[in-house]
């Protein structure tokens, strides 16, 4: 069973602040999603990073795939209040099974 | 066009009880997916479908069954309810699948088990 660790589990900041949450694992995967829940409703997606080393940057969002496509990042520049939700990574395994295996999350709270 | 719909939003139920949530994905999307999000364990994978046939299994007991339609409607149903069924049931949708495929989230259906 492929894990997803994502630290830290909760982040509360102010708005305006920087932010880096983390998403690693001890399996290859062949592509990884970053996803963001907001309460009452299901995740959607924000970026699909396939290549080691990959990094992709959507506004004030920038996600970084590693070299040995294990872990991956997301960097938040200048956090504002509607930043707040559940952020979800996913990934699907290098050769096996086509399920998403979802990390656990990180809980971003940022304060007006 | 509309999103992934799921209905009932809100279900509470007793022990012992059966309960069946029901998911129609996006018009043209095949794949339907369902996950079980709590907040001990997070988002878990339940099962599959791709054109009426079960793709993929999760690691969940027997209880936990699903079926798709031939319009790609899709519901899964729990038997026997127990406590710990109490989660947030989500289903995507996806064109074909897979990997790099774009899953498309419903609301979700919270249920609660009493």
């Known amino acids: 069973t492929q894990l997803l660790e994502q630290s830290p589990q909760f982040l509360s900041i102010q708005e305006g602040e920087n932010l880096t949450v983390y998403c690693n694992s001890s399996s290859v995967f062949s592509s990884l999603q970053w996803y963001r829940q907001e309460p009452g409703e299901g995740p959607v997606l924000l970026v699909t990073?396939?290549?080691?080393?990959e990094v992709k940057k959507l506004k004030r969002l920038t996600f970084q795939f590693g070299d040995a496509r294990k872990d991956s990042s997301l960097h938040i520049t200048a956090a504002q209040p509607g930043d707040t939700g559940l952020y979800l990574c996913?990934?699907?395994?290098?050769?096996?099974?086509?399920?998403?295996?979802f990390g656990k999350g990180t809980k971003l709270t940022v304060n007006p | 066009k509309a999103g992934v719909t799921q209905t009932p939003r809100y279900l509470i139920k007793t022990r012992g009880q059966q309960v069946t949530l029901s998911c129609s994905p996006i018009?043209?999307?095949?794949?339907v997916s369902w996950y079980q999000q709590t907040p001990g364990q997070g988002l878990q994978f339940l099962f599959e479908?791709?054109?009426?046939?079960?793709?993929n299994k999760g690691n969940f007991p027997g209880r936990f069954s699903g079926r798709q339609f031939s319009n790609s409607r899709s519901e899964m149903n729990v038997s026997t309810l127990e406590l710990g069924d109490s989660a947030l049931y989500l289903c995507a949708s996806s064109l074909v699948g897979g990997p790099n495929t774009e899953a498309f989230f419903g609301q979700g259906t919270r249920l609660t088990v009493v």
């Open positions: 479908y791709f054109s009426e046939t079960q793709r």
């Open positions: 996913a990934a699907t395994s290098q050769g096996g099974s086509e399920k998403l295996v």
């Open positions: 990073v396939v290549t080691g080393g």
């Open positions: 018009s043209g999307h095949r794949s």
